[in-house]
Every structure is written in C-alpha cells, then in structure tokens.
Nanobody, 124 residues
Framework: QVQLVESGGGLVQAGGSLRLSCAAS????????MGWFRQAPGKEREFVGV????????IYADSVKGRFTISRDNAKNTVYLQMNSLRPEDTAVYLC?????????????????WGQGTQVTVSS
C-alpha cells in the first residue's frame, strides 16, 4: 500500500527557512505527481504546490510563489518543499500527497493518498 511520511517541520522565526521532505513507498514514484498542501486550524486545506512525475514542471499557489520551491528525487522516492522567507501566515500542518497520475493538477480530488502531515510554526 502507499505510504507517505513527512518530516522537517518545526518552529522558525519570520524570514527564516525550512525544508520539508516526504518519503513515499508503494508505487513507482516517478509515475505520479506529488503535491504539497497545508491546513491551518479552523481553515480548509489549501493547495501549496505540485510537481509532475518527471519533476519537469511545477505549479504553485500565488501565496507562496517565489518563496517556496518543490523538487523531487525519484531515485530516493522523496519530494521536498523548500520554504524561504517564511511568514506567520504560513503556519499550518503541511501534508504531502500522491496523485492519480503524472500530471500536475491543483485539485485535492487528484490526490487519493495523503501523509499524516508535519507542523510548521512561524513566529513573528
């Protein structure tokens, strides 16, 4: 079965950086796009970004564009989210998700498999 395990969250001051990792198993990793989403308390799950199966294309939410970068290492079955210039409003649980196919799509319905999430807290 598919397993997704996130790591790398923590507490950081505004303006700082964190890199999240998501290790996947149970699928031929390069066949599937990988997405990052976040959910703050009392708010709906929000799209952050997605990367195609090959890693050749990415899409980002406007709120993180220019600050966050998604990459993947298909040899290690791992996707990364590099977060720079963090803001207090970036505070949330960050979740990775494995898609139904290789294409980059924003919708949560494209992602049937989800990790448990990792907490990111940005202090002002």
């Amino acid at each position: 079965q598919v397993q997704l395990v996130e790591s790398g969250g923590g507490l950081v001051q505004a303006g700082g950086s964190l890199r999240l990792s998501c290790a996947a198993s149970g699928r031929t990793f390069s066949d599937y796009a990988m997405g990052w989403f976040r959910q703050a308390p009392g708010k709906e799950r929000e799209f952050v970004g997605v990367i195609t199966g090959s890693g050749g294309s990415t899409i980002y939410a406007d709120s993180v564009k220019g600050r966050f970068t998604i990459s993947r290492d298909n040899a290690k079955n791992t996707v990364y989210l590099q977060m720079n210039s963090l803001r207090p409003e970036d505070t949330a649980v960050y979740l990775c998700a494995l898609a139904r196919g290789a294409a980059a799509v924003r919708s949560t319905s494209w992602f049937p498999y989800w990790g448990q999430g990792t907490q990111v807290t940005v202090s002002s």
